[in-house]
């Protein structure tokens, strides 16, 4: 039976399923409209675009690391509300995700979402993410993910506050023992912690120094405006010094440092040195839950209120 479009037409309003999974539902049902439903149904997707319009803002990171600690992924699953995010189901879900785009070759999210759901090879990744959405009943989102891998070396990885933050640590290492992982997750901790930008300075664009240091050179003739070339010079480096000791990881101070002065960078090479070891923090990833995003504030009881058409 051929489907028209007055067909798929019906079928969206009903089930308020996307017009190109309804044109799919209906032509693997030869038009059948009550068997399209259950088809629909049974892949998740009836219901779930009228949840796709709420904010997901909420939700975990997730990190999944090879046996051999070479390879890792970090990935961000969101829902609308902390509550859901803690629910057992999801956060089952969201390692599911993880332990797929750890073995995926998808060169970004699209081609990922596209990719077969290992758990049902019956649902594309997109499909599967409908069935939980319609399961769970919440709007939720496979945001973004990030795998790194190595060599010579492994990959640390953190999780803080059962998910609200996710850190990847590479490290380069010629000796890999309990020590040297402790200082890997130290590391991983350090930038869960103080939020770095960079892994190093030399990861800063050149573009940005040279703005900064205009930017700061006339904020400096301002406080100093009789003072020489050098002493500006000298007052601006001061301050980009300071600056990308607060952006850069291995710049920064370590959080656990007894002095209170020691970098991370020192911290790091104090640990290589007493295993005789060569070690290098290649890059980090950290990834924080609706980072960017806005988040809905709603009156609990307003909502409540709403709900039962006070």
Known sequence: MAVTA??????????????????????????????????????????????????AAEGMVVTALSEDEKNAVVVEVNAETDFVAKNEVFRTYA????????????????????????????????????????????????RRYEKVAVENGFVSSYIHAGGKIGVLVVVEADVINDSVKEMAKNVAMQAAALKPLYTSRDEVDADYIAKEKEILTVAAKNEKPDANDKIIEGMVM?????????????????????????????????????????????????????EGMAKKEENFAEEVAKQMGM
């Not at 309003?13 to 209906?26: N, P, R, S």
């Not at 693997?28 to 796709?52: H, I, N, P, S, W």
């Not at 656990?256 to 290589?272: I, R």
Request: with cysteine.
């Open 6 to 55: 007055a067909m798929v037409k019906e079928l969206r309003e009903m089930t308020g399923a996307g017009m190109m999974d309804c044109k799919k539902a209906l032509a693997a049902t030869d038009g059948d409209m009550d068997k399209a439903v259950e088809y629909l149904r049974e892949k998740g997707l009836a219901g779930v675009t009228k949840k796709a319009g709420r904010i």
């Open 95 to 142: 390692a599911n995700v993880a332990a797929q785009a750890l073995k995926s070759n998808a060169a970004n999210i699209d081609e990922f979402m596209a990719e077969t759901w290992e758990k049902d090879p019956s649902l594309t990744v997109k499909e599967a993410l409908a069935l939980q959405i319609s399961i769970i009943g919440e709007n939720m989102n496979i």
């Open 238 to 290: 001061g301050r980009i010094n300071k600056e990308l000791k607060e952006i850069c990881l291995l710049d920064q101070v370590y959080v656990k440092a007894e002095d209170g002065k020691q970098s991370v960078a020192k911290y790091v090479e104090s640990v290589a040195k007493a295993n005789e070891s060569n070690i290098r923090i290649v890059k980090f990833v950290r990834f924080e839950t609706g």
